[in-house]
């Protein structure tokens, strides 16, 4: 998951979060809008809709915004949404997802297509990058929830397979079927968390050098700033010298 942390390491460093507050409210918005058109608008009773609600509030997304976006399923405006994955590589040889939601798969896929090629990679066919990645569930939780071990002892009992416990907080990785049941585990211990989701997570990392690696920031960048794409996961890796080169 290197490749995808770090991304976002620099990213927030670079206070970028503030520029595209806008952009990811839209994003969080759309995929609260296809939880509740898929079942029922109400979360207490819809898994995906709960999470989706979950993740928009960890990113400090307005109530008025949340609900917004529950009636938009309800109306008859005519969106709907299909679930797309694109797999390609980027510079250095190293492998990317995108997952995206659109209305228009053929506009989408000329978009991802040419971002792809003027970063100098290249997009390819479903399954061609994805089988050296693991389909995982993630789990977050702030650190204020309590110290590693106490994170740690409640994610076995829970049957998560990993943890990351940092300053900034605790990441739990738990198998993709397991994941609600493993969320429901641990919100029973720790209360509830600040995210849940599905994410790609490499199994091998590809170091890159400075170069490539700016290169490659500016092919994700280029990928998230897509109103389409919905999360980007790569298996790049740098070194903390390079690392702190292009946050400054």
């Known amino acids: 998951m290197a490749g995808h942390s770090q991304f976002k390491n620099i990213m927030h460093r670079k206070g970028r979060q503030d520029s595209v507050r806008s952009k990811m409210f839209s994003k969080l918005a759309r995929e609260i809008t296809v939880a509740a058109k898929a079942g029922l608008p109400d979360p207490t009773m819809n898994a995906s809709l709960r999470l989706a609600i979950q ?3 960890a990113q400090s997304m307005p109530k008025d915004n949340i609900d917004r976006a529950i009636k938009k399923a309800a109306g008859n405006d005519g969106e709907n ?44 066919e479903t399954g061609s990058v994805s089988f050296s990645f693991d389909h995982v569930g993630e789990i977050t939780y702030k650190p204020t929830v309590g110290d590693a071990d106490k994170v740690m ?8 397979d990993d943890v990351e416990s940092d300053e900034e907080g605790h990441t739990i990785i738990c198998g993709f079927e397991a994941m609600n049941e493993v969320a429901k585990a641990l919100e029973a211990t720790l209360g509830e968390a600040e995210t849940v989701k599905a994410i790609w997570r490499a199994q091998n990392n590809v170091p890159v050098d ?3 690696a700016q290169s490659l920031m500016k092919l994700i960048d280029s990928l998230e700033d897509d109103d389409d794409v919905q999360n980007v996961y790569s298996n790049f890796e740098v070194t903390e010298e390079v690392l702190a080169k292009l946050s400054a």
């Open 55 to 57: 993740n928009a509030k």
């Open 81 to 124: 949404y299909d679930a797309v994955r694109y797999e390609g590589y980027g510079p250095g040889g190293t492998a990317i997802i995108v997952e995206a939601l659109t209305d228009n798969r053929n506009r989408t896929a000329s978009n991802v297509r040419s971002i792809f090629t003027k970063a100098g990679g290249a997009l390819g």
């Open 153 to 160: 002892e409640a994610a076995i009992e829970a049957g998560a």
């Open 210 to 212: 400075e170069e490539k």
